[in-house]
């Protein structure tokens, strides 16, 4: 059995789901499921599926008080599906540019480099 890491959306637990149905001489393709937020993934083999859920973006840092990142700079800052860019404020509460308080981040990294050219 592979193992399935947590919902990079919600933190939920995901599971292969079976197929509610299987034409003869079909073999159907693998679909993985977050049980919390119904999050899910499609590919053609169990292995395809789970290497594409445990697959993470690089550079994002989990929320926690010991991983929160400098006050005042701004980040992008996931919530849930949601990307926006935001600072972190005094309080430890992530403020975007409307000056609109943002509820359950998850996730934070450094904004990227702006293109060139
Ligand atoms: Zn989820």
């Not at 079909?26 to 292995?47: F, H």
């Not at 989990?62 to 309080?91: F, H, Q, W």
Request: with cysteine.
């Amino acid at each position: 059995m592979n193992e399935l890491r947590e919902c990079p959306f919600c933190g939920g637990e995901a599971e292969i789901q079976e197929p509610l149905y299987v034409a003869p001489g079909i073999v159907p393709p693998c679909l993985i499921r977050c049980g919390r937020c119904g999050a899910e993934i499609m590919r053609d083999t169990e292995a395809e599926a789970v290497a594409a859920w445990n697959r993470r973006a690089a550079g994002w840092v989990k929320c926690s008080p010991e991983t929160m990142p400098k006050c005042g700079e701004r980040y992008l800052v996931a919530n849930g599906p949601i990307v926006k860019e935001a600072y972190l404020d005094g309080g430890n509460e992530w403020i975007d540019r409307y000056d609109i308080t943002l509820r359950y981040v998850t996730h934070w990294r450094p904004l990227p480099q702006l293109p060139e050219g």
